[in-house]
C-alpha cells in the first residue's frame, strides 16, 4: 500500500526526469471478459484513458458500454472542481450494488481524485468495495495490479515529481484524430488549481520520441493530431536543450500530417516565434483556446496567472492580427474569493472586447491544499450564481455572432462520425475547431470535405457537402 502526501506533492527539486519503457504486460487470464471504463476530466483523462484501454486490452479484456455486463470497472476520475468529486461518489454508489450482486466484479479507481490525500484516505476508510486504487504517475503498473488483485482493496498512489513513459499500447478513441502528450505536469501552481499536486512536475518528452510518435500515426492515415500539455507552450523549458515548443510546433507541421491542432496555451508563455510558425504552416489550425480566468488585475494576481489585464488584451489582438481568421476560446472562473462587482466588470469587459469564439465558464470550487482555499470568502453563492449566468448569456451571444459569419460561406471539415442526434448525418470539425453536423455519405468518415455552412446556431453548425466550388 503507498498512500499520497499533499506535502510531497508540492515539492519540486532538480532532480532528473528518468524516461521508461512501458511494460505493456500481456496475459490471457480475462481473455473475453469484459471492461467498463468511464472517464471524467481534460483531454489529458481521455488520453489516459487510451492508455488504459491498451492495459486492459492486452490482459485479454474486451470493451462493453453496458455497465451491468462488466467484470471490471475502472473509473479514471477528475479533482479540478467539488462537481467532479459528486459525480464520482455518486457513480460509485450504482458500482456498490452491483457488486453485492456480482462479488468476483472488480472495481479499480484511478485519475486525479485518489491523488488527494482526503479522497484515498476516504476509500480507504468507507469504501472497501474498492478493489484497486491507483494515481496518475503508476498508469504502467495497472496491469500488473488487476493480474495480481485478490479482492483485498490494494491502494498505491504516489505524490513524486514523476517520471516519462515511452511506448505504450494505445487504443485509440478515433482512427483519424489522435492525441499526442508532449508533456506531464505543471510548474505554474495558480493558486485555485489542483493539478500540479495531482500531475506532479512539467516534464517534457524528448522532441525525438515526440516526432517518431506523429511520423507513425501519419503513415496509419491519422489527418488530424493535437498537442496535449497544461501548457503547452511552456514545452521544453525543464529539458535544458535548444528546442522550444515553437521549433517543436515547426517540426511537426513538417511531418506534414494534414491538421495539427495544440492545447492549453498559457498567455505567459505565449512568443511571437510561435506565432510565426502558426502563421506559416498552413497545417497547423488557425485555432488557439487562450485561457483568461478573470479579466480583474486584482484577481489576476491573487490567482498566480503571471499576467495583466492589458498583456492578455495585447497579446489577443496580436494574434488576431497575424493568424486570419483565427477562433480564440477561453476559460473564465467567476467568484474568486472576494471577486467584487468592479472585478466581475473587468472580466466582462474582456469578454465584450475579445468577443470569444466561445469559453468554458466555472464558479470557483476551493480545492483542500491550494493556497487560494486558505482565503476566507465573503461573497454569498447566489452573487457568484448570478455572475455565472450573466457571463454564460453573453457568452452564447458571441458563439452565436461569430458561427453566423459562417452562414453560406464553404469551409474544409475533418469528419469524425455519425451524428449522435441525427442518423442521417455526420459530424466533424472546421480548421478553426467548430462542430458542424454534415450532410455526406459515411464513407466520406475520416476525410477533409468542403462543406457549405447553412445554418449557425450558439455551439454548433449546418452544413451540406459541396462537390464543385466555383471560385
Ligand atoms: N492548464 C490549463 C487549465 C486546466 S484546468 C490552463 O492553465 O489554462 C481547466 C480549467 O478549469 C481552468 O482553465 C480553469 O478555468 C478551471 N479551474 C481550475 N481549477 C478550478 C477551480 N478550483 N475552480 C473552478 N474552476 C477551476
Ligand atoms: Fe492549473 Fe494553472 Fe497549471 Fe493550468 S497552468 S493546470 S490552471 S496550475
Ligand atoms: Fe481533472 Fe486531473 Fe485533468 S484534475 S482537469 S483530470 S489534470
Not at 246 to 256: F, N, R, S
Amino acid at each position: 500500500m503507498h498512500m499520497p502526501d499533499l506535502k510531497e506533492a508540492r515539492i519540486r527539486t532538480n532532480k532528473e526526469v528518468l524516461t521508461k519503457k512501458a511494460s505493456n504486460l500481456k496475459s490471457n487470464k480475462f481473455k473475453n471478459k469484459k471492461y467498463f471504463l468511464k472517464t471524467y476530466g481534460c483531454q489529458m483523462n481521455v488520453h489516459d484513458s487510451e492508455e488504459i484501454k491498451g492495459i486492459l486490452e492486452n490482459l485479454g479484456f474486451v470493451n462493453t458500454n453496458i455497465l451491468e455486463e462488466a467484470d471490471i470497472v475502472v473509473l479514471n476520475t477528475c479533482a479540478i472542481r467539488e462537481n467532479a468529486h459528486d459525480k464520482m461518489f455518486g457513480f460509485l454508489g450504482r458500482v456498490k450494488h452491483l457488486k453485492k450482486a456480482k462479488p468476483e466484479l472488480l472495481i479499480a479507481i484511478g485519475g486525479c481524485m485518489p491523488e488527494q490525500e482526503s479522497i484515498a484516505n476516504l476509500l480507504k476508510e468507507k469504501y472497501p468495495f474498492v478493489d484497486i486504487v491507483f494515481g496518475t504517475h503508476n498508469i504502467n503498473d495497472l496491469g500488473k495490479m488487476i493480474l495480481e488483485n485478490n479482492h483485498k482493496q490494494e491502494i498505491e498512489v504516489y505524490s513524486i515529481e514523476g517520471d516519462i513513459y515511452e511506448g505504450m499500447d494505445y487504443v485509440r478513441d478515433s482512427k483519424y484524430s489522435a492525441w499526442v502528450n508532449i508533456m506531464y505536469g505543471c510548474d505554474k501552481f495558480c493558486t485555485y488549481c489542483i493539478v500540479p499536486y495531482t500531475r506532479g512536475k512539467q516534464r517534457s518528452r524528448k522532441m525525438e520520441d515526440i516526432l517518431n510518435e506523429i511520423k507513425e500515426l501519419k503513415e496509419n492515415n491519422y489527418q488530424e493530431i493535437t498537442l496535449l500539455g497544461q501548457n503547452v507552450n511552456a514545452y521544453g523549458k525543464d529539458l535544458n536543450l535548444n528546442y522550444d515548443f515553437a521549433t517543436l510546433l515547426e517540426e511537426t507541421a513538417k511531418i506534414g500530417i494534414a491538421r495539427i491542432r495544440f492545447v492549453t496555451s498559457h498567455p505567459w508563455d505565449f512568443t511571437d516565434k510561435m506565432l510565426e510558425v502558426i502563421s506559416k504552416y498552413p497545417n497547423i489550425m488557425p485555432y488557439i483556446h487562450l485561457p483568461l480566468q478573470s479579466g480583474s488585475n486584482n484577481i489576476l494576481r491573487l490567482m498566480g496567472r503571471r499576467y495583466t489585464k492589458e498583456e492578455y488584451l495585447t497579446l489577443f489582438n496580436k494574434i488576431k492580427a497575424k493568424i486570419p481568421n483565427v477562433s480564440i476560446t477561453t476559460d473564465i472562473i467567476v467568484g474568486f474569493p472576494n471577486e467584487t462587482e468592479e472585478d466581475f466588470e473587468e472580466t466582462m469587459d474582456v469578454v465584450n472586447k475579445c468577443q470569444f469564439d466561445s469559453a468554458f465558464t466555472f464558479i470557483y470550487s476551493p480545492r483542500e491544499g491550494t493556497p487560494a482555499a486558505l482565503i476566507k470568502d465573503n461573497i454569498p453563492l447566489e452573487v457568484k450564481e448570478k455572475r455565472l449566468q450573466i457571463l454564460n448569456k453573453k457568452i452564447n451571444e458571441y458563439s452565436l455572432m461569430n458561427n453566423q459569419k459562417y452562414l453560406n460561406k464553404t469551409v474544409k471539415v475533418l469528419l469524425i462520425g455519425e451524428s449522435e442526434k441525427d442518423q442521417n448525418k455526420l459530424y466533424g470539425y472546421t480548421e478553426t475547431m467548430k462542430l458542424v453536423n454534415v450532410i455526406a455519405p459515411k464513407s466520406d468518415i475520416g476525410k477533409i470535405i468542403n462543406v457549405k455552412i447553412t445554418d449557425a446556431k450558439s455551439f454548433s453548425l449546418d452544413g451540406e457537402k459541396v462537390i464543385f466550388i466555383n471560385n
